[in-house]
């Protein structure tokens, strides 16, 4: 079973247009983070929100985490084809056991030009 | 952000060898580090915490005899294959834990490419 469902698992959009990456869980996370993958390579980390009913924004990226502190979003606008890549999520509990991330399944974006 | 790095980055190797792949924390300690593994096209499926001066904690379905870690030092897990085999063949990456006053951060080596023959 999933902790963290990630939706869509794949999105195929042209350059300039907006996306958004829906992560969703049943279960309450202290921090939740996104990362970005690219082929061949380790994740590299884009932001981290712990306060539920949270936004941040990195320039054309804009992440949110909800009330309940269960769901997360990510919303790119105009995206570009730079933003080609596997995006995760991950969540943190405070009790869990060594401190362990709960991935979602990852969402596969490509940015067509 | 925190750099960690892994080496090597690829290896081949031939069936019934082992293989030591290190994870270093290149500007910060790290008393937690983890290791994953991931099939092409899914997310990370965890496989073991490695805690400094103590024995890894594995996940449920990792054999321990199998996937030998060590983390000795503040800066530096060994995860070691032994007797490799093809099934082996993966993409593993290790993460560092930098703990926050709020919210646990993890960062990530850039991966180890193992294929074994």
């Known amino acids: 079973t999933q902790l963290l469902e990630q939706s869509p698992q794949f999105l195929s959009i042209q350059e300039g247009e907006n996306l958004t990456v829906y992560c969703n869980s049943s279960?309450?996370?202290?921090?939740l983070q996104w990362y970005r993958q690219e082929p061949g390579e380790g994740p590299v980390l884009l932001v981290t929100?712990?306060?539920?009913?949270e936004v941040k924004k990195l320039k054309r990226l804009t992440f949110q985490f909800g009330d309940a502190r269960k769901d997360s979003s990510l919303h790119i606008t105009a995206a570009q084809p730079g933003d080609t890549g596997l995006y995760l999520c991950?969540?943190?509990?405070?009790?869990?056991?060594?401190?362990?991330?709960?991935f979602g399944g990852g969402t596969r974006v490509l940015v067509k030009p | 952000g925190a750099v960690v790095s892994q080496h090597p980055s690829r290896v081949i190797c031939k069936s019934g060898t082992s293989v030591k792949i290190e994870c270093r924390s290149l500007?910060?300690?790290?008393?937690?580090m983890f290791w994953y593994r991931q099939f092409p096209k899914q997310s990370l499926m965890l496989m073991a915490t490695?805690?400094?001066?103590?024995?890894?904690?594995?996940e449920q379905g990792v054999e321990k005899d199998k996937f030998l870690i060590n983390h000795a030092s503040l800066t530096l897990s060994t995860l070691t294959v032994t007797s490799a085999h093809p099934e082996d063949s993966s993409f593993y990456i290790c993460?560092?834990?930098?703990?926050?006053?709020?919210?646990?951060?993890?960062?990530f080596g850039p991966g180890t490419r193992l294929t074994v023959l």
């Open positions: 993460s560092a834990r930098v703990p926050r006053r709020f919210g646990d951060t993890q960062y």
């Open positions: 279960s309450v996370f202290s921090s």
């Open positions: 929100v712990v306060t539920g009913g």
């Open positions: 991950a969540g943190a509990r405070r009790r869990a056991a060594g401190n362990k991330l709960t």
């Open positions: 500007d910060f300690q790290a008393t937690t």
């Open positions: 490695s805690n400094e001066g103590s024995k890894a904690t594995y």
